[in-house]
């Protein structure tokens, strides 16, 4: 990168190209945004050249005495190398100061999932005598029954709900639809939402989402995770929307479901990101040894 092209305008190029070229989605979008400006803010600070493998590294180091994890840390680089490389095909630079920086080591985690206990706390958590606690619980029950992303979960129109055949069309990652079954359970806390608790919400606004926020627009992330770490917090438990996830895909598991189903109801692309759930049936196969064999 030359000295005259400042590493601001390159940025907002790179976001554009992978906005308009790419196609990338809105939250992929601000992620580079956010790591990439966060980069740019350092380099200012520093006055390190941009263009620089020794600043790369320098920045990796900053970002790990801050405390980031190494999945963050990960993430980050891999947005500079994505930048770099753009810049490489625009012909603004001649090498990738990062290409040659290895991934941060990650070590992987096992899922945490809910007990049944704890999964039946969780829904009575909500009230249900309160139009938000209607919807709470349905969106929690259909977590629980679908194993969606909690974006995928927001974004639901009403027309992607098939009451009658006890499905939802949902709209995934690179805009990929798939069908998911819903439980009983799940489907009587949606009905009951729309019959008492979406209405009062929307006080007589329109709204094509099925679930809204108090002032009748589309329900977002960050409230729904607000809403959700509270009624985890009245029930005693730690819970997050991915939580959830995990919770669905383990009890289906260990219900006898196949992986492969339990793959297309996620909606992963990869069988081997769904099977990392074997590892949490394997664990709690070795916890039943040792609690109840008598020689373990």
Not at 12 to 29: D, Q, V, Y
Not at 64 to 69: I, K, V
Not at 235 to 256: D, I, N, W, Y
């Amino acid at each position: 990168m030359s000295a005259t092209l400042a590493l601001g305008p390159a940025i907002r190029s790179f976001l554009s190209f992978c906005r308009i070229e790419k196609g990338l989605a809105r939250n992929s979008m601000e992620s580079y945004a956010r790591d990439l400006s966060r980069f740019e803010t350092w380099i200012t600070a520093s006055g390190q050249p941009p263009d620089a493998a020794a600043t790369v590294r320098a920045y990796l180091d900053h970002l790990m005495a801050e405390g980031l994890a190494a999945r963050s840390i990960a993430r980050h680089l891999t947005a500079l190398r994505q930048l770099y490389r753009y810049l490489i095909s625009e012909n603004r630079l001649t090498q990738d100061p990062a290409g040659l920086i290895p991934l941060p080591r990650q070590w992987k985690t096992l899922p945490k999932a809910l007990s049944n206990t704890q999964m039946g706390a969780l829904s009575d958590a909500p009230s249900t005598e309160t139009p938000l606690g209607l919807r709470d619980r349905a969106m929690i029950e259909l977590l629980y029954s679908s194993g969606l992303r909690v974006t995928e979960l927001c974004t639901l129109e009403t027309t992607d709900l098939l009451d009658d055949r006890g499905i939802v069309r949902v709209t995934g990652k690179g805009n990929k639809q798939r069908l998911v079954p819903v439980g009983r359970v799940a489907l009587e806390a949606i009905r009951r939402y729309l019959a008492m608790g979406r209405p009062a919400l929307l006080k007589s606004r329109a709204s094509k989402f099925l679930f809204i926020s108090q002032r009748g627009g589309r329900l977002d992330r960050t409230a729904f995770f607000r809403a959700i770490r509270n009624h985890g917090l009245r029930a005693g438990l730690g819970v997050s929307p991915h939580k959830l996830r995990h919770t669905f895909a383990t009890h289906l598991l260990e219900g006898g479901a196949d992986l492969r189903s339990v793959q297309t109801m996620l909606g992963h692309a990869d069988i081997a990101t769904t099977q990392v759930y074997t590892h949490v049936l394997r664990s709690r196969l070795k916890q039943t040894l040792e609690q109840h064999h008598p020689r373990a």
